[in-house]
């Protein structure tokens, strides 16, 4: 089955996250890289359920994939600003977070019209 571009991106997002906490310092594990693997979980799952859902709920779920992703952004610059997450590492997850963000506003806006 193919999934729609938004839900991929999501998907790979999650799965960046899940594999750079693993290097994060010990004492920042249990706190941060716990709520940025919950945010970017919060945010799959709602992008996955306005896939599938009918056209009234869709709506409310964009809203909660937008919200969880604006929290994965803010914490992971506040990872950065720890020193939890490489340079290299912001780069690439900055990215697909704007990415992200770009394809949910669309989604939105086409559910408006």
Known sequence: ???PKIYV?????AIQIFNRTKSFPKH??????RRLEESAL???????????????????HLISASDS???LKTLIQVSRDL?????G???ELSQLTMEIGKE??????SEKH
């Open 1 to 3: 089955m193919k999934h």
């Open 9 to 13: 991106d999501c998907y790979q997002a």
């Open 28 to 33: 920042l594990r249990p706190t941060l890289g």
């Open 42 to 60: 919060s945010c799959l799952l709602s992008v996955q359920k306005a896939c599938v859902t009918t056209k009234d709920l869709r709506h409310t």
């Open 69 to 71: 992703l604006d929290n």
């Open 83 to 87: 020193n939890a997450i490489h340079v």
């Open 89 to 91: 590492g912001l780069s």
């Open 104 to 109: 949910i506003g669309g989604f939105i806006k």
